[in-house]
């Protein structure tokens, strides 16, 4: 199961590594700014479709961003 603060770490890093604001990547998605903060804080599962936008705002392809989410999840399970 996705842990949702995972997924919002590596989005929010991700974002950030790129030097873009919430304001620009959630303007980019399609989205709040507020709904992206809680997502990248955990508070909310992003739907497929806000994944996809997301995604598309950062230039990464969804399968990117998953295998980084994957890499996280194991990294964590073996601390």
């Not at 996705?2 to 989005?11: E, H, K, R, T, Y």
């Not at 992003?46 to 990464?60: G, K, M, S």
């Amino acid at each position: 199961m996705l842990d949702a603060v995972v997924v919002g770490i590596v989005i929010q890093e991700l974002r950030e590594k790129r030097g873009l604001s919430q304001e620009v990547v959630s303007g980019l998605a399609g989205i709040g700014r507020t709904h992206l903060s809680a997502i990248e804080r955990g508070e909310r599962k992003p739907t497929l479709e806000t994944y996809f936008r997301i995604c598309d705002a950062l230039q990464v392809r969804p399968s990117e961003l998953m295998a980084k989410i994957e890499e996280c999840l194991a990294q964590q399970k073996n601390s």
